[in-house]
């Protein structure tokens, strides 16, 4: 686990939304990310991101389409297998945080399952990315995403 994130996983929620507030955007990723879910100012944080690794979500692969890298989509990867499902768009737009311009993953559209989840990411370090999770209009989850090397 790349240093950033593990020390994500013993921040308190207010501590996570400063950094996400104080970031810009950034890129939005290409390619595939390791995810870990992040269950802010739990004592539990560490215990919760190995097993959604283990067993239900590992990243997302993200694929622009958009000449100019502002649009795309993404596949999640969940289960034990890294199976590719859940599909959403990825664009640019204004953050339910704080209103400022971040990252969407968008599943509105694009998933029977996860209509009612919205994601928003921001570039904090290059390739690092931390997420909150939004269901309906509550935030839920925080989550973070490494970029990995092309192939």
Sequence with gaps: ??????SW??????????IYNNA?????????????AILAGSIYSKALALFARLFAWQGKVFDLFAAD???GVL???????????IIAKVYYDKSWMDDKNTI???YSKTSFFAKVIRDEIREIEPGIYLGKVWWKNTRVLDFALV???LE
């Design 104 to 106: 969407i993953i968008d």
């Design 69 to 71: 890298g502002k649009a």
């Design 75 to 85: 596949v999640n990867k969940v289960t034990p297998f890294s199976l590719t499902f």
């Design 9 to 18: 996983l013993s921040k308190s929620r207010e501590e996570l939304d400063e």
């Design 24 to 36: 810009e955007a950034g890129n939005i990723p290409t390619g595939d990310t390791r995810g870990t």
């Design 1 to 6: 686990m790349h240093d950033t994130v593990k």
């Design 147 to 149: 970029q990995q090397p």
